[in-house]
């Protein structure tokens, strides 16, 4: 997640923040608003602010990350809890696609860099 990110973020960090739900984030100093939402963070060189949310609900719509030298926002637009699963979502036949490659991490950097 660090190098898409720019800063070191777990997936149960990430859930917590996306969630509204502090009390899974470990070792991070919080601070809740008057309605009990999480609003601000920190941990060593990493902080966190909430600036919207969903309505009156303790769900974020854009947090702000800053660390010592760089600043970046996550934006959600919508999230969409314990949706029944769709068969069609997702069919593995296009593996057997021709045009299908197997990419790896480094691949991967270079789409993310539009350096194709």
Do not use: C
Not at 32 to 48: A, K, P
Not at 103 to 112: C, M, R, T, V
């Amino acid at each position: 997640m660090s190098k898409l990110l720019g800063f070191a973020l777990s997936p149960e960090e990430i859930i917590a923040l996306v969630s509204g739900k502090s009390s899974r984030l470990e070792g991070w100093k919080t601070e809740e608003d008057s309605r009990g939402r999480v609003v601000r963070g920190s941990r060593t060189d990493l902080r966190f602010e909430v600036r919207e949310f969903f309505g009156s609900s303790s769900l974020p719509t854009l947090i702000v990350f800053s660390s010592l030298s760089e600043e970046g926002s996550l934006r959600i637009r919508r999230l969409n809890f314990n949706q029944p699963l769709k068969e069609e979502v997702f069919r593995p036949s296009f593996l057997d696609d021709p045009s299908y490659e197997s990419a790896g991490w480094e691949k991967i950097e270079q789409w993310l860099k539009n350096d194709r």
